[in-house]
T-cell receptor, first 113, second 112 residues
Framework: KAGVTQTPRYLIKTRGQQVTLSCSPISGHRSVSWYQQTPGQGLQFLFEYFSETQRNKGNFPGRFSGRQFSNSRSEMNVSTLELGDSALYLC????????????FGNGTRLTVT | QQQVKQSPQSLIVQKGGISIINCAYENTAFDYFPWYQQFPGKGPALLIAIRPDVSEKKEGRFTISFNKSAKQFSLHIMDSQPGDSATYFCAASVHNTDKLIFGTGTRLQVFP
């Protein structure tokens, strides 16, 4: 079974631009969540989607948004990029929120210059 | 109250030794406590997890010990191997959510 797939793996953007990251969960997984990983703040929860609905949101500004499609794929968008948005963005999926193991992809490395 | 405190920040162990990483939490609503292993360039991979109704769970060389009254849990890696060299994260979540609160991570180095 293929794991969680995130595209692209690497991205370089300029301050002020916007970016869209994509995530394909493991087949059969209906819950998708996103995390930001930085050396300073560690792993921080961004949001969680289940059946196309956002179920939880972390403490991030409104510039960070996401969505989930009917096939469980998910995208996250960051608008008006800031230097501090440089991070590894991780997508994770599970079959059933909170009741099954959470599997992570290898992330998208975003660099903002 | 949402924090999970993890220690030590880094750990050096000789091959064959025992690696012990500790975590503590405040939120008594947490009911799921996983440990993740992360290698450079990879996403975190689930190692082992426990719920508060048991005090210990063992899978191969990895054991979680859970102390509900002290609100602490720990990961023990027996017979540590150089291939175990990675960063380990503890985490916690409340019921029916994939929102994990992660510890700050422990960088483990196992020397032959």
């Amino acid at each position: 079974k293929a794991g969680v797939t995130q595209t692209p793996r690497y991205l370089i953007k300029t301050r002020g631009q916007q970016v869209t990251l994509s995530c394909s969960p493991i087949s059969g997984h209906r819950s998708v969540s996103w995390y930001q990983q930085t050396p300073g703040q560690g792993l921080q929860f961004l949001f969680e989607y289940f059946s196309e609905t956002q179920r939880n949101k972390g403490n991030f500004p409104g510039r960070f948004s996401g969505r989930q499609f009917s096939n469980s794929r998910s995208e996250m968008n960051v608008s008006t990029l800031e230097l501090g948005d440089s991070a590894l963005y991780l997508c994770a999926s599970s079959t059933d929120r909170g009741n099954s193991p959470l599997h992570f992809g290898n992330g998208t490395r975003l660099t903002v210059t | 109250q949402q924090q999970v405190k993890q220690s030590p920040q880094s750990l050096i162990v000789q091959k064959g030794g025992i690696s012990i990483i500790n975590c503590a939490y405040e939120n008594t609503a947490f009911d799921y406590f996983p440990w993740y292993q992360q290698f450079p360039g990879k996403g975190p991979a689930l190692l082992i997890a426990i719920r508060p109704d048991v005090s210990e769970k063992k899978e191969g060389r990895f054991t979680i010990s859970f102390n509900k009254s002290a609100k602490q849990f720990s990961l023990h890696i027996m017979d540590s191997q150089p291939g175990d060299s990675a960063t380990y994260f503890c985490a916690a979540s409340v019921h029916n959510t994939d929102k994990l609160i992660f510890g700050t991570g422990t960088r483990l180095q196992v020397f032959p």
